[in-house]
Structure formats: structure tokens, C-alpha cells
């Protein structure tokens, strides 16, 4: 086993330093050495779902980038000192029609998650990009384009790539008009490719003091959630609602906003809703969801975003101060992601 520093959470509500161990390299596998690791609202959610008493601890992250330190022998695409970034997802089965589509991120015998996944080869429970060192199969880490900050483009693994796959299967480029629900980590980053893919855009937001936020991230216009007027006034007018919300909530006034023929893809909350059918009906309108993306779809996602200057608006703050970074993002106060700084891991013990 190869050992790396980490933050854990185990019998306690904050996350604590801790030695982790990692896996020796398999043929295909390449060991990472985690420079930057984004704060995912996901990771909230799995810090509150985390029985104490469960015997694999949770290590968080599920995007970040890094260096290649190590190759197993198989592998072909990457050579130690190369630049990678990984998602949230880390293997699926590569045989079932959505491997072989490309879909990864939806595998029938479901993909490995980054962190709190099992492995498919000795059954362990994977631990997250919280740490100093991440091991993981060539086939999922992407080579990260030149022109990226390592930093900035850490959160484009998971809130990028989650937001852009809807955005293309829903064919937005010019001339479309999109919504986007809820302006956060997920939110930023789909109002920038929304705009980088030639869509006018806006946002819906509970906070309005994120109006001049929203201008500059390339929104025309941004709707206050809680101004009846202003929801209604907005009816029926896009083609594509990109529903990025963090808490459970009513999706009728966001599908109300949705035109004739357009779609609500909701890939914030994942949850049981209630949906009045009549909702969809009036207008003929679809509801859909996305999570994640495929290797395919991640690797165009950071091309595009090299090729148009996109990458997240962050915070950076060493890595010993992520209680804080999950705390101020529980609060809903971050502009718009925290990113760890992992090299403050190097030398000392647990
Ligand atoms: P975030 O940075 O905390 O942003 C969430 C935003 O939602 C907030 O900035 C806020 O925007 C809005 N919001 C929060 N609570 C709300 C409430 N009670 N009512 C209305 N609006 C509320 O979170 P994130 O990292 O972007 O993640 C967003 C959600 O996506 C999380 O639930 C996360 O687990 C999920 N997620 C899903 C996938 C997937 O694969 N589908 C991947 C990653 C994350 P305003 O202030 O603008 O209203
Ligand atoms: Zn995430």
C-alpha cells in the first residue's frame, strides 16, 4: 500500500488530518499527486449521509487536478510530470451500451465514484481527492489543456462537466435562450458556457445582490426566485432551464419559465419531486435530469473551456482550512468556488 496525508471524516462533524492509504499502481493505473481539489455542495451532502460508525472513512473531493508522479506499466497516454484532472468518476464496467456510447458517467452496473464508490477490482470503498495522492486507471484522467489554470480549472471536473453535457444534448449554441437556476459552484460555470456556446442567458437566483456577478459572468439578466412579478413576468421564455438548486424544492415555478417545446433539466437536488403533469402538458414541455459526464464529453469540456477562457471563479484556501471552506459553503457564502490547496499536506504526519 502507498500512503498519502488526507482529510477524513470519522466519529466526528468536522473533517481531521489523517494518513490514508492508496492502492499500489495496477497495469493502467497513474498515481496523482493533488495540487487542487474543488468543494462540491456534493460533498456536503455526503459529509451529512456519513454514518460516524462506518468503518471506511469518507475522504471527500471529486475534482481536482494535478501531476503525474508515477505510471504502471500499461500505460500509454500519460508520462510522469503530465498535468491531469479527474472528475467524480474514476472506472465503469466499459462493456454496456452506455460505456460503449461514451456515457461513462451512466454505466449500467453504475460507475465508480471518486469517493464512497467500491472499487471493481478488490471491493474497497475509494477515497476522495481530499489528500495528497490520488491512484487512479489512465482511462479517467484527462490530460489538462495548456492555458487552464490548474486552480480555477480543478472545479470544471465535476460542476463543469455536470452542467455541460445537458447544456450540448440540448443542442444550445446561438439563438438559444437559457435559464439558469441557482448561482452557485454549478451555476457560474453554466452561465459561462452557456454564454461561451453563444446562448443568451440568465439567471435565477433567491439572491439578488448577485445581479453585477451575473452581468459579469456574461448573463443578460438575472430573475429574483422570490419576486412573483418578476417569475410570471418571465413565463415561457426558455428554451432550456438548467435547474443547479442544492436543496430540495417545487419545480413548478422553473418549468413554468420553460417555452413551448424546452426542457428543465434539473441536475442540482437529486431527489424524489412531485410534478403536476399539466406543468408539462401547457407548452409540451420536458423534464430531465444529468449527472456527471462521459470521457468523451469531459475531455471536449476542457478543450472548449481552454479554448474560450473558461474556468471557475475561486477562493483559494489551504487545504487545513477546509472545515471552513465546507462551513462558509453550507452558509452559501462563496463566489463562487473553494478550491483546496493540497500542497500544504507535504512533510509532518497525521
Ligand atoms: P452551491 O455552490 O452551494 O450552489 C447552490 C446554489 O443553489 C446556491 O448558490 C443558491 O443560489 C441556490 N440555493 C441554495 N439553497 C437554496 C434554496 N433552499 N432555495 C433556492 N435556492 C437555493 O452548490 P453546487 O456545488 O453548485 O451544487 C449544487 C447542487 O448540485 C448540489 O445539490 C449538488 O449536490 C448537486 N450536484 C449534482 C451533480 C450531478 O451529478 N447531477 C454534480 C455536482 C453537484 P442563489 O443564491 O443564486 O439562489
Ligand atoms: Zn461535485
Redesign the pocket.
Known amino acids: 500500500m502507498r500512503t498519502s496525508l488526507g482529510w477524513h471524516a470519522a466519529g466526528s462533524a468536522e473533517l481531521r488530518r489523517t494518513t490514508l492509504e492508496r492502492r499500489e499502481l495496477r497495469p493502467d493505473d497513474l498515481a496523482v499527486q493533488v495540487d487542487f481539489c474543488g ?4 460533498d ?2 455526503a459529509l451529512q449521509l456519513h454514518d460516524p460508525e462506518a468503518k471506511a472513512p469518507l475522504v471527500p473531493g471529486h475534482e481536482f487536478t494535478g501531476v503525474v508522479t508515477a505510471t504502471g506499466p500499461e500505460v500509454t497516454a500519460f508520462s510522469v510530470g503530465d498535468r491531469v484532472a479527474v472528475g ?1 468518476i474514476v472506472d465503469s464496467c466499459g462493456e454496456c451500451a452506455m460505456c460503449t456510447a461514451g456515457q461513462e ?1 451512466f454505466c449500467y452496473s453504475f460507475p465508480t465514484l471518486t469517493y464512497g464508490g467500491t472499487d471493481r477490482q478488490d471491493g474497497s470503498i475509494t477515497l476522495g481527492g481530499y489528500s495528497r495522492e490520488y491512484v487512479v486507471r489512465e482511462a479517467f484522467a484527462y490530460r489538462l489543456p495548456a492555458g487552464l489554470d490548474p486552480a480555477a480549472a480543478a472545479p470544471l471536473m ?2 463543469g462537466v ?1 452542467v455541460w453535457e445537458p447544456l450540448r444534448a440540448l443542442g444550445v449554441g446561438p439563438g438559444s435562450r437559457v435559464a439558469i ?8 460555470l453554466a452561465v459561462k458556457l452557456a454564454v461561451a456556446l453563444g446562448a443568451a442567458t440568465t ?5 439578488p445582490d ?1 445581479r453585477d456577478d451575473a452581468h459579469r459572468l456574461g448573463a443578460d439578466d438575472l430573475i429574483d ?1 422570490t419576486d412573483g412579478e418578476q417569475m410570471a413576468a418571465a413565463r415561457d421564455t426558455f428554451d432550456v432551464v438548467i435547474d ?6 417545487d419545480l413548478a415555478p422553473y418549468l413554468k419559465l420553460v417555452a413551448m417545446d424546452g426542457t428543465l433539466s434539473v ?4 431527489g424524489p419531486v412531485t410534478l403536476e403533469t399539466t406543468d408539462l402538458l401547457i407548452g409540451r414541455k420536458s423534464l430531465s ?4 459526464g462521459g470521457r468523451r464529453a469531459t475531455a471536449e469540456m476542457l478543450q472548449f473551456c481552454a479554448d474560450n477562457g473558461v474556468a471557475a471563479d475561486i477562493e483559494v484556501l489551504p487545504s487545513s482550512q477546509v472545515n471552513t471552506a465546507l462551513d462558509r ?1 453550507r452558509r ?1 457564502d ?1 463566489r ?2 473553494f478550491v483546496l490547496d493540497m500542497s500544504d499536506l507535504d512533510g509532518g504526519d497525521a
Open positions: 468543494v462540491c455542495h456534493s456536503l451532502h467524480n458517467n465535476c460542476a455536470t437556476a441557482g448561482l452557485g459552484g454549478l451555476g457560474h439567471v435565477i437566483s433567491r439572491t448577485k426566485s443547479t438548486i442544492s436543496a430540495a424544492h441536475v442540482g437536488y437529486l435530469s444529468a449527472g456527471s459553503l452559501n462563496v463562487y468556488r
